[in-house]
């Protein structure tokens, strides 16, 4: 079975509440790891949100979505994250942590990703503490995309080793930061689901 096949497979399978998790780490990953196009945009925009702070963190970033061209969006993403030499915020966990890039969390993230199986895909130039790689691998796990598929336990220690510490404070920092106009919403919707997910470990340890 192909590893497309395996998480279609997996994903059909999932609990309603773990598919939606999964999605949201997906959504973070996209918006994250490179600007939406017109098709992300006009997806984006059909979003629909309750009243709870996550669900007016959608609800917000789908009025931004229907009146963002993708190179507005694309000259938002370079102005927060890339620049002229470093963009506004620098969103990979080693910095928040220890405020330099490349130290000893990305190097413990390494081992915990060769433990699990993981291994970098060649095409990405960004170290693996992105932000946007970590989604991606939270949504991964969850699903059993990447072949494994980890229980509640496994993920949390996931989670708590290399995202709880210092995400919600990234999405804090995304949400108010100058250059954010389609990107304060998702900074709201990452801080209020990375919120949720610790509480929701520490109710499943507890």
């Given at each position: 079975m192909s590893q497309e096949a395996h998480a279609s497979e997996m994903t059909g399978s999932l609990p309603e509440e773990e598919r939606l998790r999964a999605d949201l780490y997906s959504l973070l990953a996209r918006l994250l790891s490179g600007p939406p196009e017109q098709s992300d945009l006009?997806?984006?925009?059909?979003?629909?949100?309750?009243?709870?702070?996550?669900?007016r963190g959608i609800t917000a970033l789908a009025k931004v979505a229907r009146i963002t061209t993708p190179?507005?969006?694309?000259?938002?993403?370079?102005?927060?994250?890339?620049?002229?030499?470093?963009?506004?915020?620098l969103p990979y966990g080693s910095y928040y942590l220890t405020g330099f890039l490349n130290e000893k969390p990305l190097a413990r993230l390494r081992a915990h990703m060769a433990k699990l199986g993981l291994a970098r895909d060649p095409d990405v130039t960004e170290p693996e503490d992105?932000?946007?790689?970590?989604?991606?691998?939270?949504?991964?796990?969850?699903?059993?995309?990447?072949?494994?598929q980890l229980r509640l336990a496994d993920q949390e220690a996931f989670f708590n080793s290399h995202i709880a510490q210092w995400a919600g404070h990234f999405f804090t920092d995304l949400e108010g930061a100058e250059g954010s106009?389609?990107?304060?919403?998702?900074?709201?919707?990452g801080r209020a689901f990375m919120e949720i997910e610790i509480e929701a470990f520490r109710m499943e340890g507890g």
């Amino acid at each position: 079975m192909s590893q497309e096949a395996h998480a279609s497979e997996m994903t059909g399978s999932l609990p309603e509440e773990e598919r939606l998790r999964a999605d949201l780490y997906s959504l973070l990953a996209r918006l994250l790891s490179g600007p939406p196009e017109q098709s992300d945009l006009d997806a984006l925009a059909g979003l629909r949100g309750d009243d709870g702070d996550l669900g007016r963190g959608i609800t917000a970033l789908a009025k931004v979505a229907r009146i963002t061209t993708p190179e507005a969006a694309a000259r938002e993403y370079n102005a927060l994250f890339i620049g002229l030499g470093r963009g506004e915020l620098l969103p990979y966990g080693s910095y928040y942590l220890t405020g330099f890039l490349n130290e000893k969390p990305l190097a413990r993230l390494r081992a915990h990703m060769a433990k699990l199986g993981l291994a970098r895909d060649p095409d990405v130039t960004e170290p693996e503490d992105h932000i946007a790689s970590l989604c991606e691998m939270m949504a991964g796990l969850i699903t059993g995309a990447f072949g494994v598929q980890l229980r509640l336990a496994d993920q949390e220690a996931f989670f708590n080793s290399h995202i709880a510490q210092w995400a919600g404070h990234f999405f804090t920092d995304l949400e108010g930061a100058e250059g954010s106009l389609l990107y304060a919403p998702v900074g709201k919707i990452g801080r209020a689901f990375m919120e949720i997910e610790i509480e929701a470990f520490r109710m499943e340890g507890g």
